[in-house]
């Protein structure tokens, strides 16, 4: 199956800080997605993005696929930023990476 | 359009026991998809169904199994339940392209 990294591991922000988050996938793919787990466990979608670059307010995401890579882009970050953000890969069987978990200090 | 939703939202069982889950998509997606998430294994796939037949399947053992209805909403059962079974039971529904996922359901076995 697709293998799926992600990293850093972990992210400690100020209030305000920009940051970028790497997904690495091993095959090509039809499917890229951006997730953001609540702290209830739910994931919440934050891109559909296969190629190309989109923003969605202080979130943007670029996915090269060519280069089999997807960048999440988090701007002014704030404390309702926290939390564990996911890549997953693949079409209908999604493959995960271990995730980034982002702390964002006031 | 309402979103996935799952029940129960929180389990608990005994070892050796079965647990039946249960998955509504967002209504007109046919393909359901299960994922388990436990702290050492991190999200896994373990089954989707469309129009009613499993058309992938992970690598877990057959004592986790499914089933999707007619109205596409889907269940999925473990049978003789062991510890390492705990763990947070996520499903999805797909449209055309992205999937969206449910609440989950937490199981903890004990």
């Known amino acids: 199956g697709i293998q799926v990294e992600q990293s850093p591991p972990d992210l400690i922000l100020q209030e305000g800080a920009n940051s970028t988050l790497r997904c690495n996938f091993s095959d090509s793919v039809n499917n890229l997605q951006w997730f953001h787990q609540n702290p209830w466990g739910q994931l919440i979608n934050l891109f559909y993005i296969p190629s190309g670059t989109k923003q969605n307010g202080r979130l943007s995401a670029t996915t090269v696929a060519t280069e089999r890579y997807s960048l999440l882009y988090i701007s002014s970050s704030q404390t309702t930023d926290s939390g564990v953000y996911f890549c997953?890969?693949?079409?209908?069987?999604?493959?995960f990476g271990a995730g980034t978990t982002v702390t964002v200090r006031a | 359009k309402a979103g996935v939703t799952q029940t129960p939202r929180y389990l608990i069982k005994t070892r050796g026991q079965q647990v039946t889950l249960s998955c509504s998509p967002i209504s007109g997606h046919r393909s359901v998809s299960w994922y388990q998430q436990t702290p050492g294994q991190g999200l896994q796939f373990l089954f989707e169904y469309f129009s009613e037949t499993q058309r992938n399947k992970g690598n877990f053992p057959g004592r986790f199994s499914g089933r999707q209805f007619s109205n596409s909403r889907s269940e999925m059962n473990v049978s003789t339940l062991e510890l390492g079974d705990s763990a947070l039971y996520l499903c999805?529904?797909?449209?055309?392209?992205?999937?969206?996922f449910g609440p989950g359901t937490r199981l903890t076995v004990t």
């Open positions: 997953a890969a693949g079409d209908y069987k999604l493959s």
């Open positions: 999805a529904s797909r449209g055309e392209t992205e999937q969206y």
